[in-house]
């Protein structure tokens, strides 16, 4: 197999999304409801046997469609991806359970929030964050209920559950393929798969990832580079993140791992079997709110072990922040990983604040050419 079946596959996959994919879907009975913060368990809609579309938050017009997220300014018309959705699940820190902090409907969907606990209990000192969770699951539930117009049963929930988990492990494996420095699939390749609108139909990607899975397999190693081996650190990337990957492509970096909450850093946790049949609201709250944390939610310590982790199995020379717009929570928090990389690994990192698109792309360039001129070559 070569690098262009590859290639091809990861565009058939990429292509399964979109309004119109929607529309059909809806022509032949079923309903779609979006989202953007990846704490949102896409089990739940595919219990009610809906279609789970993840939105980048600028196409939600007039609120802050996710934790981490600004409200959108008010738009003409909304994106046609929101147009063709019925309905819109929405994230916010905090128990906020005041019925008027429900925010209105967007473009005439009904709006969910799913309210998130305010810290990460990594070590599950306090049930709280456990319990809170759990119960905006179930709040979530009841309102999803209403726009499918079921409520889903114990074998439901099940059946989405292992679908979940059979994706994640393809997409885990996929990801570890930037551990061999000769491999066909890059990290920018998968990461693409994961972004706003890629993909609705769950049974078509998991058989697009089985199919991309054994063509890696069978494919011929590529030539290894020379490039230095970055690890990426910030919000959720969209389609404008593009150019800042491109330039650090063009300067001689190459990315090969992340702490992305939409690329792979909610990949980590797996959940036994027992755990997945047993107690569905139990694996949930394992497989979302004890996983990688959200600067939002707190978590440095834990975030930091597993960035450091994965350094040293990924040989990372070096940690880039892409921060657009300088959101002040993951600045914060990117000051005090890049000291502790460099106390404890002699890893250096770079910053970019830069807002998109960019404004000065020259200079950018300039300032990535001297990061990576410095680390080049470094072991």
């Not at 049949?277 to 440095?300: D, T």
């Given at each position: ?257 992340d702490y992305i909450c939409t690329a792979s850093a909610r990949l ?52 880039v922040c892409v921060n657009p717009g300088s959101n002040p929570v ?50």
């Open positions: 197999m070569t690098e262009n079946t590859i290639t091809e596959l990861l565009d058939s996959i990429s292509r399964a999304g979109g309004p119109e994919v929607i529309k059909r879907a809806r022509q032949a009975g079923l309903k779609a409801v979006g989202y953007c913060c990846p704490y949102v368990p896409v089990e739940l809609i595919l219990a009610h046997r809906m279609l789970p579309v993840r939105l980048d938050p600028a196409d939600v017009a007039g609120i802050a469609a996710c934790a981490c997220a600004s409200p959108q300014p008010e738009k003409a018309s909304p994106a046609p991806v929101v147009e063709a959705l019925d309905g819109l699940i929405v994230t916010a820190v905090g128990n906020g359970k005041k019925q008027d902090s429900e925010p209105a409907d967007v473009s005439g969907l009904p709006v969910v929030t799913l309210h998130l606990p305010s810290c990460h209990d990594r070590y599950r000192v306090s049930p709280g964050p456990e319990r809170d969770y759990k119960a905006g699951l179930k709040s979530l539930s009841l309102s999803l209920s209403r726009i499918s117009g079921r409520r889903p049963g114990y074998l439901d929930m099940m059946r989405s559950i292992l679908l979940e988990k059979r994706i994640r492990h393809n997409l885990r494996g996929l990801y570890e393929a930037p551990l061999s420095e000769n491999t066909p699939l890059g990290w920018r390749a998968l990461e693409r798969l994961s972004r706003a609108g890629a993909v609705t139909g769950r049974p078509g990607y998991y058989q697009g990832l089985e199919r991309l899975k054994a063509e890696l397999a069978a494919s011929a190693p590529a030539l290894a580079g020379d490039q230095s081996r970055l690890m990426l650190y910030g919000p959720a990337l969209d389609g404008r993140a593009d150019e800042v990957l491109d330039l650090i492509e063009l300067s001689g970096g190459l990315i090969v791992t980590r946790k797996t959940v036994p079997v027992w755990g997945t049949f047993e107690r569905p609201a139990e694996s949930l709250a394992e497989l979302y709110l004890f996983n990688a944390p959200c600067p939002f939610m707190g978590g440095h310590e834990a975030r930091l072990m597993r960035m450091l982790a994965l350094a040293r199995w990924y040989r990372v020379h070096a940690l993951f600045k914060s928090d990117f000051e005090r990983l890049s000291e502790d990389f460099y106390s404890r690994l002699f890893i250096p990192s770079l910053y970019i604040e830069d807002s998109l698109p960019l404004k000065d792309p020259q200079g950018l360039r300039e300032r990535l050419n001297d990061f990576i001129d410095i680390i080049g070559g470094r072991v």
